[in-house]
């Protein structure tokens, strides 16, 4: 087993070699926690030292981590009685009634659709079967989006959840919009807004206070920047951040923490 000493070494010059702008590290068992660090900065467009060093309390957009929470949180009302994981889903969000599958483009590049041969079950939502994919992964998808003009999903409008299946539902599995439409449910039956339903239900019972889809003052002092590279290799800070007074929040990637 590495010593502490050790990962920090292997931390601390991953970033200093510039292959990360930084790093949070924890580990833990079921009683403590035995390992935790921070190196780097938080956004390297900055140079102040003293208020851009990574920190263990630093606040990242966590993206898709908020899809294990926002299920948990679905799963409560599961065992209330309040969602059934295996009826139709439509009868809760009727916007789902009807769903369409992409099958591809005509020989004018016209979008083909059908409708779909069985319901979507919040079952297939939680586990990614209920057909609905990321425009980043499927190529096909991503054509629609552009050809119907939808906005991308981080944009937080309800426009952008208007796509077709890549799929019938529960006939394979793809990554995609599936935990926002659990988000949906959540406050459908609820009576909530998520953002809501998670603090009081998930969040505050966990102490998560520095985790929210909105971006408090303390918070925002601790904000870890977005970065890519560019063509040479070389990362850099770049402008990201999600919207702030959203038309839904995103149950499948909207959380700060």
Known sequence: MQSQAQIDQVLRQKCDAGEIPGVVAMAANGNEVIYQGAFGKRDLSKDDPKDNAMT??????IASMTKAITTAAGMQLVEQGKLSLDDPISKILPDLASPQVLEGFDASGEPKLRPATRPITLRQLMTHTAGFAYDMWNGDMATYLG??????ITTCQNAALKTPLASDPGTRWEYGTNIDFVGKAIEAVSGKKLDAYLRDHMLAPLGMSDTAFKIGDAQRKR????HARGENGALAAIPFELEQNPEFHMGGGGLYG
């Open 56 to 61: 263990t309390d630093s606040v990242f957009w």
């Open 223 to 226: 904000l870890v920047g977005m």
């Open 147 to 152: 050809k119907a003009g939808i906005p991308p």
